[in-house]
């Protein structure tokens, strides 16, 4: 992997963000295993969807997202659309064990 300022060229930053998207994705896919794993513990509908646990949680995204020097209402945006999907393939997970 090549630092920024190592890149020689437009392809260079785009073969470098293609990896470091890669990486992104697939640590979303071991997220949504956990997601998933998590249905298992949950005693009902509310429990899933968690809200107080969902408000804490993009509060810490954005105090992270800060830390990082990145846009915290950005980070905040992704991460609800995000987990609001991931809530929703929860429910399903744990409607059917029901």
């Not at 470091?20 to 509908?45: C, M, W």
Request: charged letters at 30%; one cysteine or more; proline letters at 2%.
């Amino acid at each position: 992997m090549k630092l920024p300022e190592a890149c020689e060229h437009m392809q260079d930053i785009r073969t470098e963000i293609d990896a470091i998207d890669h990486e992104v994705v697939q640590l979303l896919g071991k997220r949504f295993a956990y997601v998933k794993a998590a249905a298992a513990f949950k005693t009902s509908a509310t429990a899933v969807q968690a809200p107080e646990r969902f408000k804490a949680m993009l509060q810490q995204r954005r105090e992270w997202a800060t830390a990082a020097g990145l846009n915290a209402d950005a980070i905040e945006k992704m991460y609800s659309d995000l987990v609001k999907h991931f809530i929703e393939e929860e429910m399903q997970h744990w409607r059917a064990k029901q």
